[in-house]
């Protein structure tokens, strides 16, 4: 059983950079891949970045290639979304996830994904 509380969202202007948090509870969370979704207001869930179980091959949605990094803490048991030069097309509920088994990597689909934080809030202004 995995659970997932992030922290780390709020409002911002244009340009600013924001660092989510991801503690998640469990035994084995270092073998787990985890990811970043979000969702907009009236939009669908959307994939933001992932990392595989290993913590050493990461994957990015086009949107926010280049100015979003994810990152894992095994000690901790946290993982990391550093976001820069944010714009308020970033705005958005933004969650972390985590597959149903450890030592498996899915990349960007949410139907991938079984373990759901509850979200945290980024609102970019212009």
């Known amino acids: 059983q995995v659970q997932l509380v992030e922290s780390g969202g709020g409002l911002v202007q244009a340009g600013d950079s924001l660092r989510l948090s991801c503690a998640a509870s469990?035994?084995?969370?270092?073998?787990?891949?985890m990811a970043w979704f979000r969702q907009a207001p009236g939009k669908e869930r959307e994939f933001v970045a992932a990392?595989?179980?290993?913590?050493?091959?990461?994957n990015y949605a086009d949107s926010v290639k280049g100015r979003v990094t994810i990152s894992k803490d095994n000690a901790k048991n946290t993982v990391y979304l550093q976001m820069n030069s944010l714009k308020p097309e970033d705005t958005a509920v933004y969650y972390c996830?985590?597959?149903?088994?450890?030592?498996?990597?899915?990349?960007?689909?949410?139907?991938?994904?079984?373990?759901w934080g509850q979200g945290t809030q980024v609102t970019v202004s212009s």
């Open positions: 996830a985590a597959p149903r088994n450890p030592y498996y990597s899915p990349r960007y689909k949410s139907y991938e994904y079984y373990y």
């Open positions: 990392l595989d179980y290993g913590g050493s091959s990461s």
């Open positions: 469990g035994r084995f969370f270092s073998n787990y891949a």
